[in-house]
């Protein structure tokens, strides 16, 4: 009986981590006292979960750049153009022009100012590429647009409208030669500078010299049609090389050969000429 009750003390003490010694045994030995380590318990044997890691965040790939806008490119047209153009010229990065067309040598000018200032490359005129040459240029003039003429030729004089006219604008710098109150071919012109202006009125070609030299300036005034004093209409190689950055000295100047070369075989001494603004 003593026995049974040891042994449930004993049961006891293990679950309570007790240290239990008999209290008396048979032969007077004592047994050995039985040990419970409670620096560990039952959860001490469980495997611990190891701690989640954080998800691994890449960083966001930046999105690409959204390229500027083209505003002009090869083979557009215009006025737009012609405003890139002479202002390409006052950066001596054009020579030709303006002629209204996005050509070629138009192309190469853009690259090259977009090379000297670190800009891409393209050719085309982007919204970039464009308020950097705005604000390294001045506004162009009407004639700067139209330095190599093209320009639109306004409507006749009413002197004009009868008969055969050479039909001389100063407004538009345009001839028109006209017949019966038709237009036959219209070209550009330029006129004498402010010391040696081109006189205004109507008048009458009086005379026709096909290979004619100026003994007053000394310079060739091939297909000259004289309709006042020495003034004439007359090709001028220096108007079809500088457009309306130059004069005459009073002379009707056409830049283009071939139609003043048609136009001298058209018309006759006594026709009428009129200078108009």
């Known amino acids: 009986m003593r026995r049974s009750w040891a042994g449930a003390l004993a049961g006891v003490c293990v679950l309570t981590g007790c240290t239990v010694q008999a209290a008396g045994s048979e032969g007077g030995q004592q047994p050995p006292p039985v040990r419970i380590d409670i620096s560990r318990t039952p959860s001490d044997d469980k495997p611990r979960a190891e701690p989640s890691a954080e998800p691994s965040r890449k960083p966001s790939p930046k999105p690409a750049p959204t390229p500027p806008k083209v505003l002009f490119g090869p083979g557009d047209t215009g006025r737009d153009v012609r405003e890139l153009q002479a202002r390409l010229r006052q950066v001596a990065w054009l ?9 070629d040598l138009t192309e190469q000018a853009v690259k090259g100012f977009q090379g000297k200032r670190g800009l891409a490359r393209t050719g085309r005129t982007d919204e970039v590429t464009w308020q950097r040459l705005l604000g390294m240029t001045s506004e162009p003039g009407q004639w700067d647009l139209y330095l190599m003429g093209g320009q639109p030729a306004d409507a006749p004089d009413a002197r004009c409208l009868t008969g055969r006219v050479l039909c001389i604008s100063k407004t538009s710098r345009t001839l028109r030669w006209m017949v019966d109150g038709r237009t036959v071919t219209t070209v550009p012109v330029r006129f004498g500078s402010q010391y040696t202006p081109t006189r205004e009125g109507v008048f ?23 309709f006042s004093g020495g003034q004439a209409v007359h090709y001028s190689s220096d108007f079809a090389a500088t457009g ?5 000295h009073g002379c009707v100047n056409v830049r283009d050969e071939a139609a003043i070369a048609e136009l001298f075989a058209q018309v006759r001494n006594g026709d009428k000429v009129v200078v108009h603004w």
């Open 95 to 103: 020579f030709d022009g303006p002629t209204g067309t996005y050509d």
């Open 204 to 226: 009458q070609v009086y005379w026709k010299s096909r290979h004619h030299v100026s003994t007053l300036y000394d310079s060739p005034m091939p297909y000259a049609m004289f």
């Open 244 to 248: 309306y950055a130059g004069a005459s």
